[in-house]
């Protein structure tokens, strides 16, 4: 239940930073990272706090690894973001690709909450 509520945490975190990049767009002065240093401070903590305790589950392998591959993706768009301000193009398709990540963690800790069998039966993407 704690896995559900801290991937909750950092989507709701993940939606204000893109809220805020849309926003800036075009305007060199709010569209830098520095003025969203914070929110990606934020986010490393959330995330950090996640993989620990996902690392330290019995049997955990998998969630572990989605997380890997969730931090490898935020550490993309914090690496691009800290070299330009990003384009509109860019803001959807990075926040789209973080925000199947995050359902993909979320699928299958709700499955395996269900007690389903292995292979998971992952319920399909709305």
């Known amino acids: 239940m704690r896995t559900n509520q801290s991937i909750l945490a950092i989507r709701s975190q993940l939606t204000a930073l893109f809220f805020e990049l849309e926003e800036a767009v075009g305007k060199e002065s709010k569209c830098k990272y520095e003025q969203h240093a914070s929110q990606y401070k934020k986010l490393w903590i959330d995330v950090e706090l996640l993989a620990m305790r996902e690392r330290t589950k019995y049997k955990n ?3 572990s690894a989605q997380i890997e591959i969730l931090d490898k993706g935020l550490r993309k768009l914090q690496k691009k973001h800290k070299k330009a301000c990003l384009s509109p ?4 398709l990075i926040n789209q690709s973080l ?3 995050l359902d993909s963690i979320l699928r299958f800790e709700e499955a395996k909450l269900r007690g389903a069998k292995k292979p998971y039966n992952l319920s399909p993407m709305r």
């Open 89 to 92: 193009f860019e803001i959807r």
């Open 61 to 63: 392998k998998t969630t």
């Open 99 to 101: 925000t199947r990540m």
